[in-house]
């Protein structure tokens, strides 16, 4: 190993460190992602030759820079699709599509509410994304319970089953989008194989919350207030059904016109954008100004869509100078080919940092195969998928749904250790064998 490629692999470990120790440096982990990337290839350029030998010296620089766009135009359709997803969101929820989430979670038993909560987060996760899932349930959530103490424990169900319901849709988790746009699993694919074992790693944990909880809540506890709109309900319904449906169709519009998944993403949006200005046209210019696309744009988290960026470029230089291959190779040698123990571990790891750059690093350690596990809805994808999605639980800053209700409900990191990340872990591991019960009965 040149000394070259040990600087770019301490580089990056450097910077993985600080993001995953975000909570204690206080900085933003996108900042922390830029710097990886151009450190990674300012690093690389120092001797580029070393890298690709085949490539006639003085061509090298040429051929960087083709690579480089190569790798931008790969994370660019993974970007866009992300800002046209999270700004579709804000559309529909600033404008109180999520209205009716409130009105099916009324009821005065505790338990039933916890599988209420369980139930519509779970699916709820997998048309929009575990993130904005997370947000809606615990907004929601706030009106229902007064109780921080039973609050905590309907809030870490929520985590649980956001990152359950996002793990089997090609739309409901980053890590799925990722490996649905690079064309290792589809749609049907991962409905199929993935949904059982992602409900089962939600329904456990639901099982064992439950008898935390007991008894009626007082009326005026369970009490939902409306949202002032200027829509009326009509129009509220027209555009929830435009923006989650337009969500769902976005895989068939893939599958119809073989486009990339950003295409149909910016179909629903230029739709639901056109329709939203229509309707603000019957209402007085300072009631809508705040809720116009074109204002609501400035709320999409912009530093995460930069943290990707990132992180995403960073991941291709190893890529480049062959260090994820050798992991690769290394793990299938030690593990003798096991993809369940391989992505068993790669799962817990995401508890404990991102899983973004997990997936990504994956992507460029394992090449696609034609026959296998390794095939296209081959094993290891889908238990890659599953197992990033899934394995966020464990920890409550192991995934973006358990940092954001971290935040909301200041939940703290040794609460949820003490109480909730044993359960997680049984769901994740019942999820893990409910997937090979269906490989060997379906074999």
Known sequence: MSTITMFIIVAFVAGYLCIALESLTKINKAAIALLI???????????????????????????????????????????????????????????????????????????????????????????????????????????????????????????ISANSGGAFSPIGDVTTIMLWIKGVITTQGILTEIFIPSLVSMLVPAFILQYSLSGKFDKEQNLVTAEISQFTNVQRNIIFWLGVGGLVFVPIFKSITH?????????????????????????????????????????????????????????AVLQEIGVLTALGTGLNEVFVGNYYVINGIIGVLSSIVDNVPLVAGCMGMYPVAETGAMAIDGIFWQLLAYCAGVGGSMLIIGSAAGVVVMGLEKITFGWYLKRITWIAFVGYLAGIVTYWLQQALLA
């Open 37 to 159: 990337c151009v450190v990674c290839w300012t690093l690389l350029m120092v001797s580029p030759g070393a890298y690709y030998p085949d490539v006639a010296s003085d061509g090298v620089l040429h051929h960087i820079s083709e690579v480089i766009e190569h790798h931008l135009g790969d994370a660019a359709g993974t970007l866009f699709f992300l800002m046209g997803a999270m700004t579709i969101v804000e559309i529909v929820d600033s404008n109180g599509g999520f209205n009716f989430v409130r009105d099916i979670m009324k009821t005065r038993s505790k338990r039933k509410l916890l599988w209420r909560v369980a139930i519509a987060t779970f699916f709820l996760s997998s048309i929009l994304d575990n993130l904005t899932a997370s947000i809606v349930m615990i907004m929601v959530l706030r009106k229902l319970v007064q109780s921080r103490e039973e609050r905590l424990i309907y809030a870490a169900l929520i985590i």
């Open 259 to 315: 486009l990339p998944p950003f295409m149909g993403i910016l179909l629903v949006l230029g739709v639901l954008w056109t329709v939203t200005e229509i309707f603000h046209h019957n209402t007085s210019e300072d009631d809508t100004m705040a809720k116009r696309v074109s204002d609501l744009l400035s709320r999409i988290d912009l530093s995460t869509i930069m943290f990707f960026l990132g992180i995403l470029m960073a991941v």
